[in-house]
């Protein structure tokens, strides 16, 4: 049976292991620090995995409860809990910041112990996000991821970097302010709670719906991020470094879909499915980018565009496949990202047209990078198809051209997507650049097989992830069509 305090353990052990690397000090310690930081994301990996072990299916209550008071005076708990939504998303934050470690162990060559010790705080500060039931304990968690990977973008990131963290740093905190003021109101509300269960059983009054919702929606929109406040985005792929744009991808978008299924739907209930053609799109603009890192970039947006969609169309098939979807984005544009650090740490360039015929010199590597290219088109048989097919299903019962507009924005992905991958891998080799690449080694094979792993495993077994779903999803939908008027 697991611990009394497993939750706590999943959020503060990467944290302490994170504040453990930064004592190692100097570069002259970096492979301490480098070692230090495997052994705790490997830690911080296998203390969740007890979480999907003993996770009850059969309920909709949250599981593995904590409850300590915290500031009594204010009424502010240490209240965590998890659901099946909950569940796996640390088990993709966990298994990430693994790959984050090892693809960065020997690009990072300078501040290597505050590299890996950022990244190690910030997937404790993710976990907390995931695992809070306490409004104010959300928010602190909620606002404190920005620290960790605002560092790691102005100190470790391209030309342009200081640009790119601040613009990052501005849309993310104020928006997110509006949440701030949202949670005062409804702690007004509740006679003193900060506890979201007791959120969910507000009567509120439907303009103070309107507004806390419009609250919520800007916060949780530029987190996504949705047009049109998806511009810092691009920019933060491309300055930042590749363990960077990975955590960008993987995680660190989800917490505002995630904040949309804890807070907008179970409090808001009248929050309206038309909300969902605004969520599709940006193929188009994938399709004449000329640096990979930015395409990708763009490719996540629409991807997660699926996920919004998903999650406004308020019935289980859509949810489910929100919930698939955001986890299949995590691993598959996180890989595309290390496949793109993997030809940047060769030439130094992101520049499409500066490749070509990397298969002839790199055939490894090609395959890895068709894999997820693949996964990244939606084929069957990858992770890419299941989230992006339950949420066009889920269309279908709403309104058959939210599903036609989806299915027409998966043409998009696979265009964008080849078009690159064909530019890149395929063809004669183009220049002397690409004549001198050698193949990944094994470490970086290693960090690639991973990745696969996990879309694979969810491409051909999803079973594994959906049986968790079921109920927390009917959780959520139950509480949604509840009226709080």
């Not at 910030?122 to 039931?133: D, T, Y």
Request: proline share 4%; charged share 10%; glycine share 8%.
């Amino acid at each position: 049976m697991p611990g009394p305090a497993l939750l706590s353990t999943v959020i503060w052990l990467p944290i302490l292991a994170g504040v453990a690397v930064l004592f190692t000090g100097s570069d002259r310690n970096a492979s301490l620090a480098r070692w230090l930081a495997l052994a705790g994301a490997i830690a911080g990996f296998v203390v969740a995995l007890p979480l999907y072990v003993n996770f009850d299916s059969t309920v909709q209550e949250m599981q593995f409860v904590e409850l300590t008071p915290w500031i009594e005076s204010y009424n502010i708990s240490y209240h965590l809990g998890i659901d099946g939504i909950s569940l796996l998303l640390i088990l993709m934050n966990t298994f990430t910041t693994v790959l984050v470690v090892l693809a960065g162990w020997k690009v990072i060559d300078s501040r290597v112990g505050q590299y890996m010790a950022a990244f190690l705080v910030l997937s404790g500060m993710m976990n907390g996000v995931f695992c809070a039931m306490d409004a104010a304990l959300f928010y602190v968690f909620f606002e404190a991821t920005l620290i960790p990977m605002f560092i790691v973008i102005g100190v470790w990131g391209g030309a342009n970097r200081v640009y790119a963290a601040l613009k990052f740093f501005l849309y993310t905190l104020l928006g997110s302010l509006l949440t701030l003021v949202a949670f005062i109101y409804l702690y007004t509300t509740s006679q003193g709670s900060f506890s979201l269960l007791d959120y969910y059983r507000l009567q509120i009054p439907l303009t103070a719906q309107i507004l806390l919702f419009i609250a919520f929606f800007a916060a949780f929109a530029v987190k996504v991020p949705m047009f049109p406040v998806h511009t810092w985005l691009p920019d933060a792929h491309v300055e930042a470094p590749t363990g960077g744009s990975v955590v960008l991808a993987a995680v660190m978008l989800k917490l505002g879909a995630y904040g949309f299924i804890r807070l907008s739907l179970p409090i808001l209930p009248d929050a309206s499915h038309v909300l969902a053609p605004v969520v599709i799109g940006l193929g188009l603009v994938a399709l004449v980018q000329t640096d990979m890192k930015k395409l990708i970039a763009y490719s996540s947006i629409s991807h997660m565009g699926f996920v919004t969609l998903g999650i406004f169309l308020f019935n289980p098939l859509g949810m489910e496949g929100a919930v698939i979807q955001m986890v299949s984005h995590g691993f598959v544009s996180g890989a595309l990202f290390l496949c793109v650090g993997v030809l940047y740490d060769r030439m130094h360039s992101r520049l499409i047209s500066d490749y070509g015929g990397v298969v002839n010199k790199m055939p490894v590597f090609a395959a890895f990078f068709m894999l997820f290219a693949m996964a990244n088109s939606g084929l069957p048989g990858t992770s890419g198809f299941v989230g992006e097919f339950l949420v066009v299903m889920g269309a279908m019962q709403v309104n058959f051209w939210y599903a036609a507009l989806a299915a027409t924005t998966l043409l998009f992905g696979a265009a964008y997507t080849l078009w690159m991958y064909k530019r890149v891998v395929f063809g004669a080799v183009a220049n002397s650049h690409v004549e001198a690449l050698a193949d990944i080694g094994a470490r970086e094979g290693l960090v690639l097989a991973l990745a696969a792993i996990a879309v694979l495993g969810i491409g051909l077994y999803p079973q594994a992830f959906a049986a968790v779903l079921h109920n927390s999803v009917g959780d959520v939908l139950a509480l949604a069509s509840k009226s709080k008027l």
